[in-house]
T-cell receptor, first 114, second 113 residues
């Protein structure tokens, strides 16, 4: 069974710092990996989607990498801002049961201090 | 530019009551999913559908039923609510499985007392 782990569970950094969030998964047989942002009491907003054949994706200050063979992904946030404070979730789409449904990590709760 | 819309956003039920959560998507997606999110547990798949008229069980289906009578709508029903069903429910959709991107609704916060 695919398991997704996110480290750290919580992170607090001063504004302006660059930071890295980590995601690992146990089975490398994935279709893709998706990073989401969740604000308190809100839904999930898709940030980046990396296909299994890709190594990285970029959107603005965000860069996500994927090393499928080692079962790891990182989300790099450059020049962090207080508005980046949220919970970040990674999820992998796996073949098979659940209509290739997503398997989620438990998230990293990020606080950017002004 | 609605995307995935869930109704209602909040609800309080008494134990034993029933209710239906509605999910609507306007992206012509074939696949739709219902997840629940609980503290310390992450998001878990309840039921899913790969097209109009089809439904199937996910990881935690007990106590829930679903229907997909129209392609754009996916309904989640609780026939006899229990306190263990207190959770935040999310609907998601994607064009298909495999390599496609999933889009989520804003969630329904359900409390069963």
């Amino acid at each position: 069974k695919q398991e997704v782990t996110q480290i750290p569970a919580a992170l607090s950094v001063p504004e302006g710092e660059n930071l890295v969030l980590n995601c690992s998964f146990t089975d490398s047989a994935i279709y893709n990996l998706q990073w989401f942002r969740q604000d308190p009491g809100k839904g999930l907003t898709s940030l980046l989607l990396i296909q299994s054949s890709q190594r990285e994706q970029t959107s603005g200050r965000l860069n996500a990498s994927l090393d499928k063979s080692s079962g790891r992904s990182t989300l790099y946030i450059a020049a962090s801002q207080p508005g980046d404070s949220a919970t970040y979730l990674c999820a992998v789409r796996v073949p098979g049961g659940g209509a290739d449904g997503l398997t989620f990590g438990k998230g990293t709760h990020l606080i950017i201090q002004p | 530019n609605a995307g995935v819309t869930q109704t209602p956003k909040f609800r309080v039920l008494k134990t034993g009551q029933s209710m239906t959560l509605l999910c609507a998507q306007d992206m012509n997606h074939e696949y739709m999913y219902w997840y629940r999110q609980d503290p310390g547990m992450g998001l878990r798949l309840i039921h899913y559908s790969v097209g109009e008229g089809t439904t199937a069980k996910g990881e935690v289906p007990d106590g829930y039923n679903v229907s997909r009578l129209k392609k754009q709508n996916f309904l989640l029903g609780l026939e006899s609510a229990a306190p263990s069903q207190t959770s935040v429910y999310f609907c998601a959709s994607s064009y298909r499985g495999k390599d496609t991107e999933a889009f989520f609704g804003q969630g329904t916060r359900l409390t069963v007392v």
